[in-house]
């Protein structure tokens, strides 16, 4: 697929201090956008990043249309762009396309889309360890409709950002014991805006009792452990690593996957299972919680330091974890080109599509 290039005039890239990038507040030259109409996508094109023009009745404005990735790239030695399980990102993001009654994206669109504008802006990849281009790929109804119907068409857009760590240091959750993110049957599994939307006034409220993150737990005893705000999560007890089982309400954390593969080759065991809080606080009072740590494309691997389920409050030292530790430079390593590729996940940016 050939994709058009105009090039921005004046790249702000020598602007950057790379030292110093505040997550997702800064975004790279160029991005790609493409439409869908007539029941088909269009020609999609690179352009300078620019603002859109929405109608007021923009359909998405209003009933929440919208779906989104989280996806990064890094580069290797050499300078060569790297991209981390791109397949799985396009898997997830029709997924999330198919449940919001939204058009698929032809895998070959999406691919050859991020790999031409992740070359071309590949200036913006940060040298610095920790860091990353940060892609976002989503999209949007753009029908100018307000009866609550499936838009007729859309927009595909992506863009970038060079980000640093999304979470700067470890994090205390507080686990949810009335609100709530996805029962069965919802859309806990899709990722699209109202899911994040709705997470905003109870992490409010967590923030308001000194925590930073709300721990979401089963919409109906408020039990069992779901995930975190941005992170699927984790437990090491005993030597053995817990993790609530996908189960419909649950994203499909790729970093979650990700970490269970390389945990179950160091041939530590990994239990998918639901996970009570009581499980949870009775390893905790015999000595046996090791480490609690999330997981996401942003968050790459973020120790947890507190959780409070009540009044119960328990507390974690990330200085003495070694699991969280080893998977969080795992993945770095990965994406620096520096760890071997054993489950060929990085996929090496094809720097000769960049002819146009
Ligand atoms: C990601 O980890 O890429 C996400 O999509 C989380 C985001 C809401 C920051």
């Known amino acids: 697929m050939s994709i058009s290039i105009k090039h921005i005039d004046q790249s702000r890239l020598a602007g950057v201090d790379f030292n110093n990038l505040p997550f997702g507040k800064i975004c790279s030259d ?30 998405t404005l209003h009933y929440g249309q919208s779906i989104f990735e989280g996806m990064k790239a890094s580069a290797d030695k050499g300078g060569t762009p790297l991209l981390f399980r791109l397949d799985q990102h396009v898997e997830r993001i029709n997924a999330s396309a198919d449940r919001m009654c ?42 100018e409709f307000i009866g609550v119907r499936p838009s007729e068409t859309y927009k595909f857009v992506i863009f970038t950002c060079p980000v640093g760590p999304y979470y700067a240091k470890p994090v ?10 996805a029962c069965d049957g919802g859309v806990g599994e899709a990722k699209t805006a109202g899911n994040y939307a709705a997470s905003l006034y109870p992490a409010r409220a ?14 109906v005893e408020f039990k069992y452990i779901q995930e975190v705000g941005t992170m699927n999560i984790f437990f090491i007890m005993d030597g053995k690593a817990y993790t609530p089982n996908l189960n419909g309400s649950i994203l ?9 593969k390389i945990m179950q080759d160091r041939g530590i065991e990994v239990v998918e299972a639901p996970l009570s809080k009581d499980q949870v606080i009775e390893a905790y009072e015999a000595g046996m919680l090791q480490e609690v ?8 691997v973020s120790y947890v330091n507190k959780i409070a389920f009540g009044e ?23 994406r620096s080109g520096d760890q071997e590729d054993k489950f060929g996940w990085i996929q090496k940016v094809n720097q000769l599509q960049l002819a146009g």
């Open 172 to 181: 205390s959750l507080l686990a949810a014991d009335e609100f709530v993110r």
């Open 206 to 219: 967590a923030k308001e009792k000194g925590y930073d993150q709300v721990m979401w737990m089963d919409p």
């Open 293 to 300: 740590f999330g997981t996401g494309t942003a968050a790459v």
């Open 312 to 334: 119960k409050v328990l507390d974690i030292d990330p200085e003495a974890y070694e699991i969280g530790p080893y998977l969080k430079s795992y993945i770095e390593r990965l």
């Open 102 to 143: 939204m058009p698929n994206i032809p895998g070959d669109i999406f691919t050859s889309a991020i790999e031409t504008l992740v070359d071309l802006d590949k200036g913006w990849i940060p040298p610095t360890a920790g860091s990353a281009l940060y892609i976002r790929p989503y999209m949007f109804a753009t029908d």
């Open 30 to 59: 160029h991005m790609f956008v493409m439409d869908y109409k007539d029941g088909a996508w269009q020609e999609g094109k690179i352009v300078p990043l620019s603002n859109f023009s929405i109608h007021p009745a923009n359909l």
């Open 252 to 260: 499909k954390g790729i970093t979650r996957d990700s970490v269970i």
